[in-house]
């Protein structure tokens, strides 16, 4: 298993003007499709800029894949001989649109419809000119359907009814009882937040029975239970959920609570089936059948279900990451009220004026944590240990999003298009300059931080806040308040030291300074998600499996997430953006394996000392 890379920032063509005439863009599409069924090398070099991209989720290979110049695109193309892309269709029409965030490499852009062997999609085609030619500099094609498995939507959703006389006719409410009570499902999700949600919910338009486990008492409540103050820092452009977006009235950012409440509605209204209140207590996976044996523990006694597909939804990463290894920490030594990690945070205790905080850790969770500690009155200090990427909500979300996730927005799903379309070597280069300008504009506010000795980035070469997400799964702050805080003292600081030692009374650090505190709570992230599926499944359920997060060097894509790992299992996480995105390209994985299109079938080969272990 391939370590994770720092991909290189694209390099981009010469300024190139704006066009006027689109259609070559009519031309281009035309000889690929002539080309579509035999592509060669030649002529795949005809149609594609020396630094050209073709970026595919699951159209030609099942998988992820960015493939750079025309040699590896041509090796993308011809990979799978059962899974082509058939034709490229032009959908609505072409506009003029610059690849580069300074707006001098003016290019053709337009969606396209995509077909396929076995299923059809969307994507976007971007051409410059070469010479006298218009050539591709990128392509993006993502699957949205497969012929033998339909969405179960628009024209071709249930009628809810069967019409005439039936003797013991069950109603809608009986039906659904029976069906949470009896369901023998092909998919078995655990997790019932946001990626588990929205993929039973794409699972279940696609036909394919699924059942999430939850071991909250309500669905939600894995909102509901973070720490009090929560918002979500992206806003509700960004955030809509598949078949059943966020009302018009919505609040552009989102407490905690109400997403709680928003998830259970959402479950309800898409008849989702959920076991809550229940945990898995003992599983394990045949090579035989191709099926996992789950046993659960239920409100109503224990229940075992064989799926063949297994997804772990069970957040962005795994467990806490606790430095339990810190002296007296293990020996509680430690005489205040609260030493926690940020996942068990209960909230500042209100009207406490006087009481003294330590809060360790400087990314987003830290910060919200001691801004609720300084609006309960407590004299809180802030531990920095590394640095952090700052940016702040007001100028760092409309640079990112306005024009694409913002209130005059085109349709989220050609937002996604357009987002999705951008390689992720050609995202990072632009977003080098989305982040100088970012801070430009809070050019005072990073003033004030660094006069106050926080240490701060500008994330991998440069590139910000979303590079980092990609790449590390964290080290940023979007700043909603607690760095005017910071700047003028109103929360310590206490960079660039080591903690040596958990005191009775506080922290003592590697330089011998210590911090005195009531309250300590480490905000120090989580491992990775293959973590929890091993706590969860056993050591020997993950042997092999792929860490998840990161770059992949080969595929240029995320490593691990969001595709078949080993045993019928799978991975899902992410905000609320990606799972909307890859909620979609799971549920289809899963259908393609059921309807036998994936060479292997549901099962990838297991080795026979692994398989001896389950």
């Known amino acids: 298993m391939a370590p994770p890379v720092s991909l290189t920032p694209a390099t981009l063509p010469p300024p190139a003007p704006a066009p006027t005439d689109f259609t070559p863009i009519k031309e281009w599409l035309s000889a690929y499709n002539k080309i579509a069924a035999s592509p060669s090398a030649s002529n795949i070099s005809d149609l594609f800029l020396d630094n050209s991209y073709w970026r595919d989720h699951l159209c030609l290979s099942w998988d992820y894949i960015t493939a750079h110049g025309p040699s590896k695109i041509f090796n993308l193309v011809t990979a799978v001989p059962s899974s082509k892309v058939t034709a490229l269709e032009l959908a609505g029409e072409p506009f003029a649109a610059p690849i580069d965030y300074e707006g001098q490499i003016h290019g053709i852009t337009a969606f396209v419809n995509v077909k396929t062997s076995v299923g059809h999609g969307r994507g976007l085609v971007k051409l410059l000119p070469d010479g006298g030619k218009w050539k591709a500099f990128s392509v993006f094609t993502a699957l949205y359907g497969l012929d033998k498995f339909p969405e179960r939507t628009g024209a071709n959703r249930p009628s809810g009814v069967t019409h005439g006389a039936t003797r013991g006719r069950k109603n809608w409410k009986e039906r659904r009882e029976a069906e949470k009570a009896e369901s023998k499902p092909v998919v078995v999700i655990i997790g019932a937040g946001q990626g588990g949600l929205v993929t039973a919910a794409r699972l279940k338009v696609l036909g394919i029975e699924t059942v999430i486990v939850e071991q909250n008492d309500r669905v939600g409540d894995n909102w509901r239970k973070r720490y009090h103050q929560l918002v979500l820092h992206d806003p509700v452009y960004y955030d809509h959920m598949p078949y059943l977006p966020f009302p018009e009235n919505w609040p552009i950012f989102t407490p905690k609570d109400k997403l709680g409440d928003w998830f259970e509605t959402y479950a309800s209204v898409l008849e989702l089936n959920i076991l809550t209140s229940t945990t898995l207590t003992a599983s394990s996976y045949s090579a035989a059948t191709s099926t996992w044996t789950l046993t659960l523990s239920t409100p109503t006694g224990p229940r075992?279900?064989?799926?063949?597909?297994?997804?772990?939804?069970?957040?962005?990463?795994?467990?806490?990451?606790?430095?339990?290894?810190?002296?007296?920490?293990?020996?509680?030594?430690?005489?205040?009220?609260?030493?926690?990690?940020?996942?068990?945070?209960?909230?500042?205790?209100?009207?406490?004026?006087?009481?003294?905080?330590?809060?360790?850790?400087?990314?987003?969770?830290?910060?919200?944590?001691?801004?609720?500690?300084?609006?309960?009155?407590?004299?809180?200090?802030?531990?920095?240990?590394?640095?952090?990427?700052?940016?702040?909500?007001?100028?760092?979300?409309?640079?990112?999003?306005?024009?694409?996730?913002?209130?005059?927005?085109?349709?989220?799903?050609?937002?996604?298009?357009?987002?999705?379309?951008?390689?992720?070597?050609?995202?990072?280069?632009?977003?080098?300059?989305?982040?100088?300008?970012?801070?430009?504009?809070?050019?005072?506010?990073?003033?004030?931080?660094?006069?106050?000795?926080?240490?701060?980035?500008?994330?991998?070469?440069?590139?910000?806040?979303?590079?980092?997400?990609?790449?590390?799964?964290?080290?940023?702050?979007?700043?909603?308040?607690?760095?005017?805080?910071?700047?003028?003292?109103?929360?310590?600081?206490?960079?660039?030291?080591?903690?040596?030692?958990?005191?009775?009374?506080?922290?003592?650090?590697?330089?011998?300074?210590?911090?005195?505190a009531d309250e300590i709570v480490f905000a120090t992230g989580y491992a990775n998600m293959v973590t929890t599926a091993a706590k969860i499944l056993g050591k020997d359920a993950v042997e092999g499996v792929e860490d998840v997060w990161g770059i992949d060097g080969e595929t240029m894509e995320t490593r691990g997430m969001w595709r078949a790992a080993k045993r019928g299992l799978w991975f899902m996480g992410g905000n609320l953006a990606l799972t909307r995105w890859y909620s979609r390209m799971v549920a289809l994985g899963i259908a393609a394996r059921e309807a036998g299109l994936v060479e292997g079938g549901s099962e990838e080969k297991v080795d026979a000392k692994a398989e001896s272990k389950l």
């Open 304 to 516: 075992t279900l064989t799926p063949k597909h297994l997804v772990l939804a069970t957040g962005h990463s795994g467990e806490p990451n606790f430095p339990s290894h810190i002296p007296g920490i293990a020996d509680n030594t430690f005489k205040g009220d609260v030493l926690c990690h940020s996942s068990a945070f209960p909230g500042a205790k209100p009207n406490t004026p006087g009481r003294r905080a330590v809060v360790v850790g400087c990314c987003n969770s830290g910060h919200d944590i001691a801004q609720d500690f300084y609006e309960k009155g407590y004299d809180v200090t802030i531990v920095q240990r590394s640095t952090t990427y700052v940016m702040s909500s007001e100028h760092g979300l409309a640079a990112l999003f306005t024009g694409l996730y913002d209130a005059t927005s085109p349709p989220t799903d050609d937002a996604d298009v357009l987002f999705m379309a951008n390689p992720i070597a050609v995202l990072k280069r632009n977003h080098i300059g989305v982040t100088n300008e970012i801070a430009r504009r809070d050019a005072d506010s990073l003033a004030g931080l660094r006069a106050a000795g926080f240490n701060l980035d500008t994330g991998p070469d440069g590139s910000g806040f979303f590079m980092k997400y990609l790449e590390r799964g964290g080290g940023y702050y979007l700043d909603v308040g607690a760095s005017a805080l910071l700047a003028s003292g109103a929360i310590k600081l206490h960079a660039g030291r080591e903690i040596a030692a958990v005191l009775p009374t506080g922290l003592r650090f590697n330089d011998g300074s210590e911090l005195q």
